[in-house]
């Protein structure tokens, strides 16, 4: 199975899903070493002078087309329309959150691991499976049937 995990660089879960998606046997995309030799793509490959907290929106757009920007672009997007299901891990950003509904609307098997809570989201009831158990998301990508796929939840 060919999974896409969508995460951010600054969630500390997504390592370890990554991780334990390979022992299961699968092949999964890390943004954050997407090819050999590449440690994947960083505004600073863009300005390397870390400016980027300043930029302005016309700034931002014209980074958007930087080789660097394209390439990493290129690389998350194929691995995206490549993938048989995606797996979205929380908390993260806005990035993350377009490939994971980029993935929903094309039909993908979409799950959400959360590990830990930013902040609610009402809009994650689309997914497949909604979980904060890795178990049950490991269980789930290898096709098993697993019991809290969408279940009602007691506060």
Not at 34 to 58: I, L, M, S, Y
Not at 86 to 102: D, F, H, I, K, R
Not at 112 to 128: C, N, Q
Request: glycine share 6%; aromatic share 10%.
């Amino acid at each position: 199975m060919k999974i896409y995990v969508a995460s951010s660089w600054r969630n500390e879960y997504q390592p370890l899903v990554v991780s334990q998606l390979r022992e299961d046997g699968h092949t999964v995309y890390d943004f954050r070493h997407p090819e050999p030799g590449n440690d994947g793509f960083r505004w600073t490959a863009v300005d390397q002078e870390n400016d980027w907290k300043q930029w302005t929106v016309k700034q931002y757009l014209a980074a958007l087309n930087h080789p660097i920007a394209e390439h990493g672009f290129d690389l998350d997007m194929g691995a995206l329309k490549a993938c048989d299901i995606c797996v979205y891990v929380m908390p993260c950003g806005v990035s993350a959150s377009l490939e994971a509904g980029w993935a929903k609307g094309a039909g993908k098997p979409t799950a959400l691991y959360i590990p830990a809570l930013r902040e609610p989201d009402l809009m994650v009831k689309m997914f497949d499976l909604v979980t904060d158990d890795l178990v049950e998301l490991c269980a789930w990508a290898r096709g098993e049937p697993v019991l809290s796929v969408n279940k009602p939840l007691t506060l």
